[in-house]
């Protein structure tokens, strides 16, 4: 959790540790980022029971969660200084199929591909360890692939296939 608030904090270089000069702006946004952080960290390993339970409890820290769906459903929009839809993101941007990608290697962005990508990414700019946990099928290994592949040179990668019978002997 502290490693993915410091990376939101490190990524608004206008908003520098300069304490004495912050505005109420900036404190909105760290409440915010935290509350974020809190949710992504800790409530990203939960179940679908869990969540509920989560939502129920950040709305009762943090009201300025809209009232609708639950507060998986929202990311921080840093220059509104408000909470907005994932769903947002999608309905603004047009997704075409690349060229020349067979069928079984495109990937359509949907919400869950969306902020898990964009909460891996941001932990990766600032050079932070990341695990990613989830139910069989989600689409991790997916995501994690495409932004492997996004990566410029200075980077390479590794990939290692488990399985549920796959055993610390065996790796």
Request: glycine letters at 4%; a negative charge; aromatic letters at 12%.
């Amino acid at each position: 959790m502290c490693n993915l608030l410091d990376c939101f904090v490190k990524s608004e270089p206008a908003l520098s540790f300069d304490l004495p000069n912050k505005n109420e702006t900036y404190w909105n946004l760290l409440e915010k980022w935290f509350t974020f952080a809190v949710i992504w960290s800790i409530g990203a390993t939960v179940n679908e029971d869990g969540r509920k339970m989560l939502d129920y409890i950040m709305r009762d820290i943090e009201s300025m969660f809209p009232h609708m769906n639950t507060v998986y459903d929202y990311y921080i929009n840093n220059e509104k200084n408000e909470y907005a839809s994932w769903d947002d993101k999608i309905s603004t941007s047009v997704w075409k199929p690349p060229n020349n990608v067979p069928y079984h290697k495109m990937l359509v962005p949907t919400v869950d591909s969306l902020r898990n990508k964009y909460i891996i990414q941001m932990v990766m700019k600032f050079k932070k360890h990341l695990l990613c946990v989830g139910a069989t099928g989600t689409g991790k290994t997916v995501v994690i692939n495409g932004i492997l592949q996004e990566l410029d040179d200075s980077f390479t990668s590794m990939n290692m296939i488990f399985s549920a019978l796959t055993s610390s002997l065996k790796t």
